[in-house]
């Protein structure tokens, strides 16, 4: 070829050297370049399509570059330029609740330039892994935004409810009755409606990270003094500030309308290092005195500020675990809504023929009338049908998991937060609610203790004009009983009392007054002073336990004294009547196994104990112990009355008292001693008859065993008694032992 032929070729552009437009041969080139299949020179680009990296007659294939995958795995993030979270943000407050001297937090040097040295640490590398959202505070206007989203008011009502709900109870110590003081506080502290106010503080720390409680006495309106200190109720302050009845109510304030004024930040070691002094509320400035400050989630010095001077709202605290269960939610319903494609097998390219359009309508009407109830009508040979299903499994796993998280951050059982019980075998969330309910109360302790404290004591001053330090607070457990729980509880209780009484640890007097002034008691507010006399009954044995102690104090006759020996007296009969006027009984019960209860100086050697002489203690009579002791019984006196027979004291002491004798046949059976009875007196006679003493009362040497135990029918004893020896029988009108009764004739023992 000639020169000048070939400069001429060379001269023509390459789109006009391949035959194609300057577009479609740029396009080639691109497509090219992108594949990686030739290089961006003028030489490749003027190559036909076929000839770009790919075989004759197909399309070039796609390849994903180094560059490409290195853009890809660079996080998204939109350019922003790095504040400094440490100092306070102007739009921290609203305009009216801020002073007119300055739209931002009063800052001194110090803290500038504590703030700008936090600000340079965190800049840089730190704020790149936290991300600002995480760290910064978000201003109170975010905040409330998020207090209306279902799942962040969930947390602040269950917290506000649960430290509520059960409230305190005010008691007091020493041994003075206030009852009536009491009273009149409780009126009083529901009259100011403590109870709700402290539920909607609660409200605030959680949204917001602090809250504040008004205390108005009048004064709401007078700039001056707002600015003046009242005290904490108890100081000489208060005594000259607060007069009775001046207190008018008490008021929850958000703290988006409290702004910090004066503060410490130039002396750490001073004790109120970063705490405001006073507090400026749209144009009044309050004293702290008078706006209580609540923060339930200290957060360090240095961020102090930019807070406002308050705390960590639990808000901030859950929001990362909330969002990522609004994700999951919304990623799972989505799923759910679209879970299947359907699909249509046909020759796509009819699509490029004349009449195309008819296929694309087609599926339109598919699309618009697709239903379980409708029809689709395909070419059996050229066309298929078919529909590509997403696995559902697992999904609702990922959801519980994404509210576990959001439970494990705020501190909430998921029983409280949800409302839904566990589900499986065993499955129980009783150690979950203990352990939540110990949070309360720790939450109940650090939050309220303080300044409800205080509240109190300004009502007392506001009734009384002085405060009573002997009454005080508690706070109500929250965890209660059921009737099965609270009678087992109680029956325990009883049980250990009794056991105490019969070791005489504690006498039934202290547990009576233990009893009266249990609040949770149906005997709380029994005089325990107050005992009943059963004089009658506990001389014969039958005395309820408890009840004051007393003897024998007969006008006629002396007490018998025994020294180291003391007598059991036990009852029973049955009659008929000889010529001679003798009343005979052939087969009487006398005694029986079981326990019985005795005064401490009625049993032998009782000092040797160390029993109260004047206390009731339970003895168990064993029936092996009767069995070895039955001879002993026969032929003893019978008595009008209970006194210790001797040799050496029957002619001065024994004989007028004598009535009859017992006879030889004494037996024991179960659970019963018995023997015969031969009465000879006409008097004693005529008040067996009569009924004035129809039972037999029996007395017996006896050696204690101090071995507390329980009989088979649950009775509890102190001790047993043990070598029984027989003494005498005498007639009362009631004895210690059921079913030792004379009987009419005919009657059955």
């Known amino acids: 070829m000639a020169a000048h032929d070939r400069l001429s070729v060379e001269a023509q552009a390459p789109w006009e050297a391949l035959g194609v437009s300057r577009a479609t041969y740029y396009r080639r080139k691109a497509i090219a370049v992108a594949a990686g299949t030739v290089a961006a020179t ?166 917001f990270g602090r809250s504040h409680l008004y205390i108005d006495f009048g004064t709401s309106e007078d700039r001056d003094e707002l600015k003046f200190p009242i005290g904490d109720g108890r100081d000489e302050a208060s005594r000259l500030k607060i007069k009775p009845g001046s207190l008018k109510y008490i008021k929850a304030i958000e703290p988006l309308w409290i702004y910090p004024t004066n503060y410490n930040s130039t002396n750490a070691l001073s004790q109120d290092w970063y705490e405001p002094n006073s507090w400026f509320v749209q144009g009044y400035e ?60 046909t020759d796509l390219g009819a699509a490029n023929m004349e009449g195309a359009e008819q296929l694309f309508k087609r599926a339109e009407m598919f699309n618009a009338m697709r239903d379980n109830s409708g029809l689709f009508l395909l070419n059996k040979e050229t066309e298929e049908f078919f529909n590509v299903a997403t696995p559902l499994g697992g999904l609702s796993e990922l959801q519980a998991q994404s509210l576990e998280f959001i439970c494990a951050a ?91 009484v019969d070791l005489g640890a504690v006498s039934p007097e202290e547990v009576r007054r233990a009893i009266a002034g249990d609040p949770d008691s149906v005997y709380q507010g029994l005089d325990p002073d107050d005992l009943p006399d059963l004089r009658e009954e506990e001389i014969e044995g039958l005395a309820i336990k408890g009840a004051t102690p007393v003897i024998d104090p007969s006008d006629e006759e002396a007490e018998p004294s025994a020294e180291d020996e003391a007598f059991a007296f036990d009852r029973a009969s049955i009659r008929e009547i000889d010529v001679d006027g003798r009343l005979h009984v052939g087969s009487c019960n006398i005694s029986r196994e079981g326990c019985a209860p005795y005064l401490g100086r009625e049993v032998p050697s009782w000092e040797s104990f160390g029993l109260n002489p004047d206390q009731i203690y339970m003895f168990y009579r064993d029936p092996l112990e009767l069995r070895q002791a039955i001879s002993s019984f026969n032929k003893m006196p019978i008595l009008d009355r209970h006194w210790p027979a001797f040799g050496d004291n029957f002619a001065s002491e024994v004989q007028r008292f004598v009535v009859g004798a017992t006879g030889e046949s004494a037996v024991f059976e179960p659970p019963y001693l018995k023997n015969s009875l031969c009465v000879w007196s006409a008097d004693a006679i005529d008040l067996i008859q009569s009924g004035d003493k129809c039972e037999l009362s029996c007395g017996y040497r006896w050696v204690p065993v101090l071995e507390p135990g329980i009989t088979a029918d649950g009775v509890r004893f102190a001790g047993r008694m043990t070598q029984l020896q027989g003494n005498h029988l005498a007639l009362v009108d009631r004895g210690r032992n059921p079913g030792c009764a004379v009987a009419q004739e005919g009657e059955d023992d």
């Open 42 to 207: 003028a030489t490749d680009a003027t190559a036909p399509p076929s000839a770009l990296g790919s075989p004759q007659g197909t399309k070039p294939a796609f390849v994903v570059t180094d560059m490409m995958l290195a853009r890809a795995r660079v996080k998204r993030r939109k350019p922003t330029q790095f504040v400094n979270p440490f100092l306070p943000s102007p739009l921290l407050h609203p305009p009216s609740a801020t002073p007119k001297r300055g739209g931002t937090l009063a800052q001194d040097q110090s803290l500038c330039d504590v703030g700008n040295w936090a600000g340079a640490g965190l800049s840089g590398m730190w704020a790149g892994l936290w991300g600002a959202e995480n760290i910064a505070f978000p201003g109170y206007a975010f905040l409330s935004a998020l207090a209306q989203v279902a799942e962040y008011r969930r947390i602040g009502e269950v917290f506000s409810t649960e430290m509520t709900r059960k409230w305190i109870k005010l008691q007091a110590s020493g041994d003075e009755d206030k009852t009536d003081r009491i009273k009149e506080l409780t009126d009083e502290l529901t009259r100011l409606g403590v109870q709700d106010q402290f539920r909607r503080v609660v409200l605030h720390d959680v949204w």
């Open 286 to 345: 309050v004293h702290v005195s008078r706006l209580l400050k609540f923060v339930g989630r200290e957060i360090p010095d240095a961020w102090k500020p930019a807070y406002s001077f308050g705390g960590l709202p639990l808000t901030m605290q859950v929001k990362a675990r909330v969002d990522h269960w609004l994700r999951t939610n919304q990623s799972v319903s989505d799923l759910t809504h679209s879970f299947s494609v359907s699909g249509l097998k």
């Open 410 to 500: 705020s501190g909430l059982p998921l029983l409280k937060f949800t409302g839904i019980s566990p589900s499986g075998l065993n499955a129980t969330s009783e150690f979950e609610m203990k352990s939540w309910y110990e949070n309360v109360h720790a939450y109940q302790e650090q939050l309220f203790r303080p300044n409800l404290t205080t509240v109190i004591n300004f009502a007392m001053l506001n009734i009384w004009g002085h405060t009573d330090p002997d009454i005080t607070f508690a706070f109500e457990p929250l965890h209660s009983l059921d009737e099965v729980q609270l009678a087992t509880v109680r029956k325990t209780e009883s049980d250990t009392h009794q056991t105490y």
